[in-house]
């Protein structure tokens, strides 16, 4: 347990020598009720503190913490207030996937100038900085606004920006940091209980938003390395030279983000260096690689490079294409049924992505028909090698502004533009249950192709590739059990584009797939929710059913009361949950301004 009052600045230790004395309440007597039978307006009386837990803080906690100071800042009188927060990880703010200390290579696939901590305000505030901003005061950096930083310094950003939250919380509550994951919670007769390994609390009003949740644990000493999965992060640890050793021959499940995080991992993170050549990049080995590494996945399909947009010319009538499109996905009438999706949303995209086309290229040639026919032949078509790697270098060769934009650039440009409007259009079960798979398997596809890495990224992998370092034979693959009967494992070739059917043994496996939405409700803290009944999924996407507060929403029951979640457990009630974007959502001042609500009916007894 590591519970602080005070927070540590970057790099230092959290923890302190004991732990404030609320923070330990011993919890109240259990009911079985789940839902306060108390009435809207009546007053909240309380013979203590008003206590706020938050559990997971991330940078969609830092930002729901910051909205509540604001919110905080423009109240009298305030009751007496206590805010517990209950993160793990050694950086809040930054949480594990913004880790400042990981490798400098791991970069973002978000563009600098969209990171912004603080909600948008009309004027500069210098005690309020955006990324861009920070980097050049703070460390010295200056960083063009399109470019594609790398993930630490992003914790570091985070992670300060959290401190300074933590500095305007301190002056209207007692704040009190517990390093610890939290297993349960509960709900009392008119309070939550929050229980860790070591510790058991309960706070009035509570908040979760775990996003990721915890990285998962590398295999057990006992468990044969080469007849399981080894998890990508953290990477200094779960794939060093001990776990995967040079020369081993390792198979990569996933070939997205992760996939490209642990090959760099395996490469550059061991010494080896990329050189510009032109246009492209080459690769020069230190022999501490793994012999080969072999990405798979059940499509083989790859995620395409996002471009540098300061590489396009930007004609001004694009932006009237985005706002039309936009305003055209608006007034589609709800609920979104098969029909309205195939035959009014999906045609509204694709329209608007070859209007863009022809927009950007004087070409009136590409219609919008031969953009839904690409990308029906795109979902389609399992991928081999020889194909994977084609498309990785014409996405390569477009986002670098080598050559002209095509369909796949106008697609996903298309898609990242219109975005804000699908996530209104179809968040909080406006979109038919039964229509959600078709939905889905539209925006996986979308997310391949306007949602990947930078072009940098791609390049290095294409070096890799040329240096026989990276093979795609296998990349519509899948792990089988070793013919030569010892504890290794097998990988075979399972596309229908290849005449034959090749397999290879492997010495080490590693996981490039991270936890889905609807895993994280299988884990604490979701699952003894949802044991309970205090939490439902929504049909369709079977992840959790909030309202536009983040209130979980029940069939036939009221929603519990003072309980919020926000974030990746949402995914499908509510679109767009991984981003750091403060302006696609406004769950945190939503939250914040129901907290307030909440506030204002508090009666301290004393």
Not at 36 to 56: K, Q
Not at 344 to 364: E, F, K, S
Not at 526 to 539: N, Y
Request: charged share 20%.
């Amino acid at each position: 347990m590591n519970p602080q009052t005070i927070p540590a600045p970057l790099g230092e230790s959290a923890s302190s020598p004991s732990i404030s004395s609320h923070a330990t309440d011993a919890a109240r007597s259990n009911s079985d009720s789940s839902a306060d039978t108390r009435e809207p307006d009546e007053p909240i009386l309380l013979g203590r503190e008003y206590r706020i837990g938050v559990v997971g803080c991330g940078p969609r906690g830092l930002y729901c913490l910051q909205s509540l100071a604001d919110e905080l800042a423009q109240m009298q009188p305030l009751p007496t207030l206590a805010i517990f927060i209950f993160e793990p990880a050694d950086f809040p703010g930054a949480g594990n996937v913004y880790d400042p200390r990981q490798p400098r290579y791991l970069r973002m696939n978000f563009a600098a100038k969209n990171i912004d901590a603080w909600p948008p305000r009309s004027q500069p505030d210098d005690q309020r900085l955006n990324l861009v901003e920070w980097l050049r005061r703070e460390a010295g950096e200056e960083t063009h606004p399109n470019s594609f930083v790398s993930r630490a310094s992003v914790g570091q950003y985070l992670h300060r920006c959290y401190h300074q939250v933590i500095g305007q919380l301190a002056s209207f509550a007692t704040v009190t940091v517990i390093q610890e994951e939290v297993s349960s919670i509960d709900r009392l007769t008119d309070a939550w209980q929050i229980r860790t390994d070591r510790m058991l609390s309960s706070v009035d009003e509570l908040l979760i938003t775990t996003g990721h949740g915890q990285w998962d644990k590398p295999p057990e000493p006992s468990v044969p390395i080469q007849s399981t999965w080894i998890p990508t992060f953290p990477v200094g640890e779960n794939l060093s030279i001990d776990v995967v050793p040079p020369q081993s021959t390792v198979a990569i499940r996933g070939f997205g983000l992760t996939c490209i995080d642990a090959t760099l991992a395996m490469t550059e993170g061991r010494g080896g260096e990329f050189e510009r050549s032109g246009q492209d990049w080459r690769y020069q080995s230190t022999g501490q690689e793994p012999q080969c590494l072999y990405p798979f996945s059940r499509s083989g399909r790859p995620m395409l490079a996002k471009p540098d947009e300061s590489l396009f010319h930007h004609p001004d009538e694009l932006c009237e294409v985005w706002s039309e499109g936009r305003k055209s996905i608006s007034k589609i009438s709800q609920p979104i049924t098969s029909q309205v999706l195939s035959h009014t949303l999906w045609p509204l995209i694709t329209d608007t992505a070859a209007m863009a086309l022809q927009t950007c290229t004087r070409i009136p040639t590409t219609t919008a028909s031969d953009i839904r026919s690409w990308f029906d032949i795109w979902c389609s078509e399992e991928m081999n090698g020889d194909v994977a790697f084609h498309t990785m270098h014409e996405s390569y060769r477009v986002a670098t502004g080598q050559s002209d934009p095509n369909i796949a650039w106008a697609l996903g440009t298309a898609w990242r533009n219109l975005y804000p409007a699908l996530v209104d259009c179809i968040s909080y079960g406006r979109l038919v249950a039964e229509v959600w798979p078709k939905f889905r398997r539209i925006a996986v596809e979308m997310e391949r192709i306007a949602f990947g890495p930078p072009a940098e990224n791609v390049g290095k992998m294409l070096a890799l590739i040329n240096a026989s370092l990276v093979d795609l034979r296998f990349a519509c693959g899948r792990i089988e059990k070793s013919s030569e009967g010892d504890s290794r494992l097998s990988l075979r070739d399972r596309s229908r584009s290849n005449a034959s059917c090749h397999s290879l043994t492997i010495d080490r496996c590693v996981n490039a797939v991270l936890k889905s939405p609807r895993q994280c409700l299988s884990a604490p803290p979701f699952d003894s929710l949802e044991e309970k009944a205090i939490i439902e999924r929504l049909q369709g996407p079977s992840t959790l059913r909030v309202d536009a507060d983040g209130k979980p929403l029940r069939h036939n029951c009221d929603s519990p009361d003072r309980l919020s979640i926000l974030g990746r457990a949402t995914e499908g009630c509510i679109l767009g949950n991984d981003t750091l974007s403060r302006t696609l959502h406004d769950h945190p001042q939503r939250w914040a301004s129901s907290v307030a609500a909440n506030l204002r009916k508090v009666n301290l007894l004393t």
